[in-house]
Nanobody, 120 residues
Framework: QVMLVESGGGLVQAGGPLRLSCAAS????????MGWFRQAPGKEREFVAA????????RYADSVKGRFTISRDKAKNTVYLQMNSLKPEDTAVYSC?????????????WGQGTQVTVSS
């Protein structure tokens, strides 16, 4: 069983940075994929970024490439999402997730989410 807790959300001005953290309790295996998703009001949840816990593969949504960076600290069992050059359209609840199967599109564990609001 893996529990995920996000933190770091808040209100930021457009163009500013913000770093989200996702602390995991429980064992994370190298084959696991850790992902970040977001859901804006009235919209479906969308993929943002993901990496293998081993760190050898990373994927980004086109909308965040060049602005967001996903990383992990194995010693702290934590995944980060560094968000730069934020835009109002990045406003959403951001959630992290863990996939036991290593799939980028099917996840077994989810955090509760953290709100990110970007003001124009």
């Amino acid at each position: 069983q893996v529990m995920l807790v996000e933190s770091g959300g808040g209100l930021v001005q457009a163009g500013g940075p913000l770093r989200l953290s996702c602390a995991a309790s429980g064992r994370l295996f190298s084959s696991y994929v850790m992902g970040w998703f977001r859901q804006a009001p009235g919209k479906e949840r969308e993929f943002v970024a993901a990496l293998t816990w081993s760190g050898d593969r990373i994927r980004y949504a086109d909308s965040v490439k060049g602005r967001f960076t996903i990383s992990r600290d194995k010693a702290k069992n934590t995944v980060y999402l560094q968000m730069n050059s934020l835009k109002p359209e990045d406003t959403a609840v951001y959630s992290c997730a863990a996939s036991r199967s290593g799939s980028y599109w099917s996840y077994d564990y989810w955090g509760q989410g953290t709100q990110v609001t970007v003001s124009s």
